[in-house]
C-alpha cells in the first residue's frame, strides 16, 4: 500500500525597500516550519522598492530543501497581485511585455520566481497592510533597515537605471541649472559632484546599434545620465565584449 507523501507547511514574511527609490536596498525574511524560526537579511548597493519586495520572497523560496506547501505573507500589492491576479503569468507568455510595446519591469526576478514556485507543492500569497502592527511584517520591516545600513551591500545585476539625458527641466525650480556633461558637473536634483562609471559587461541585444561606455552618477541620490560623449558605435555583426 502506498503511503501518502506529506509536505512541509511552511511561512515565509518578507519585506523590502530602497532608499531613496532608486538607491541602497535591502530585504528582510522571516521562515517558520512548526516551532522553527529563521530570519534573514541582505542589502544591495543600487536597487528600487519593488526589486526588493520580490528578491526578499525569492530569498525565501531559495532556503526550502524540499518541495513544500508555503504560504507567502508580503505587503506589497505588487508581489501579490502579480502572483495572485496572474499578471506575471501573461507577461511571460508574452516574452515579458506587458502590451504589444510596453515591456514588464523585472522580468528577471518574475521569472525566477515563478519558477520557484513551480518547484513547490504550492504556494499561496496573503497580502497584509504594511505598518499596522502585523509582528513579522514589523519585524522584516526592521530587517530590511538593517539591510540597508548593513557594510555588506552587493550589487543588482539584473537592475537597469532609469536614464536621465543630461538635459536639464524646464521649471520654474530647474531652469538655471547647466546640463551634466561630465565628471565633477553637479547633478541636477542635489547639486552633488558626479563621478564617472563604468557599466558592467553585457553583449549585444538584437538591433542595438551603441552603447555607453560609461556613465555619471550621483553618489548621494544615485541618479544617473547617460552622455553623448560616452555614446559608442558599434558593428552590428560583432558582440559588444569579446
Request: aromatic share 10%; with cysteine.
Amino acid at each position: 500500500m502506498q503511503t501518502k507523501r506529506t509536505f512541509p507547511k511552511v511561512n515565509i514574511y518578507s519585506d523590502g525597500g530602497a532608499d531613496p527609490n532608486p538607491g541602497k536596498g535591502g530585504f528582510g525574511v522571516i521562515m517558520t516550519y512548526k516551532k522553527h524560526r529563521k530570519e534573514f537579511y541582505q542589502g544591495y548597493k543600487l536597487t528600487t522598492n519593488n526589486r526588493m519586495e520580490l528578491m526578499g520572497v525569492i530569498f525565501g523560496l531559495e532556503q526550502l530543501k524540499r518541495p513544500s506547501i508555503v504560504t507567502v505573507y508580503t505587503d506589497s500589492k505588487y508581489v501579490a497581485d502579480g502572483i495572485n491576479e496572474g499578471w506575471a503569468e501573461k507577461w511571460r507568455a508574452r516574452n515579458w511585455y506587458r502590451t504589444r510595446k510596453e515591456k514588464a519591469i523585472n522580468p528577471d526576478l518574475w521569472e525566477k520566481l515563478l519558477e520557484l514556485i513551480s518547484m513547490q507543492e504550492s504556494v499561496a500569497f496573503k497580502w497584509i497592510k504594511g505598518h499596522d502592527g502585523h509582528t513579522e511584517n514589523e519585524r522584516c520591516d526592521e530587517l530590511a533597515s538593517i539591510a540597508i545600513n548593513s557594510d555588506n551591500l552587493l550589487d543588482d545585476d539584473g537592475y537597469e537605471p532609469p536614464i536621465e539625458t543630461g538635459e536639464p527641466q524646464q521649471s520654474s525650480q530647474s531652469h538655471n541649472k547647466s546640463k551634466v556633461l561630465k565628471e565633477g558637473d553637479e547633478c541636477r536634483k542635489c547639486n552633488t559632484p558626479v563621478i564617472k562609471k563604468l557599466p558592467k559587461r553585457k553583449p549585444l541585444k538584437p538591433n542595438q546599434t551603441y552603447y555607453f561606455e560609461y556613465y555619471l552618477l550621483c553618489p548621494k541620490c544615485n541618479t544617473i545620465y547617460m552622455v553623448e560623449d560616452a555614446k559608442r558605435f558599434v558593428n552590428q555583426t560583432n558582440s559588444l565584449f569579446s
